[in-house]
Nanobody
């Protein structure tokens, strides 16, 4: 069964850090472009950080460059989102997605999605 499962969300104070995981089954993430997206109620899903299949290209969403990084662990078939210096505006449901022919961080071009994990940045 093809599945992406996010984990690692939670409540964190401003300035804190979280590391989200996206574990895959039924597909090999190294063969896909991977994206992390954020959605808040009433707004469209937006790209946070996305990496090409080769790893040679990374797209950073608004205001995350220098704070967020994306990485792959091929042995675990897992992709990570390390989030540092978190701000209240980083709050939302975070989704990972995989796509074969994706345009980086264009949601409609990703083929497979996880169920999301909530991140809340608040004091």
């Amino acid at each position: 069964q093809l599945q992406l499962v996010e984990s690692g969300g939670g409540l964190v104070q401003p300035g804190g850090s979280l590391k989200l995981s996206c574990a895959a089954s039924g597909l090999t993430l190294d063969n896909y472009a991977i994206g992390w997206f954020r959605q808040v109620p009433g707004e469209e899903r937006e790209g946070v950080i996305c990496i090409s299949r080769s790893g040679g290209s990374i797209f950073y969403g608004y205001s995350v460059k220098g704070r967020f990084t994306i990485s792959r662990d091929s042995a675990k078939n897992t992709v990570y989102l390390q989030m540092n210096s978190l701000k209240p505006e980083d709050t939302g449901v975070y989704y990972c997605a995989a796509g074969l022919l994706s345009r980086l961080c264009v949601p409609t071009t990703y083929d497979f999605w996880g169920q999301g994990t909530q991140v809340t940045v608040s004091s």
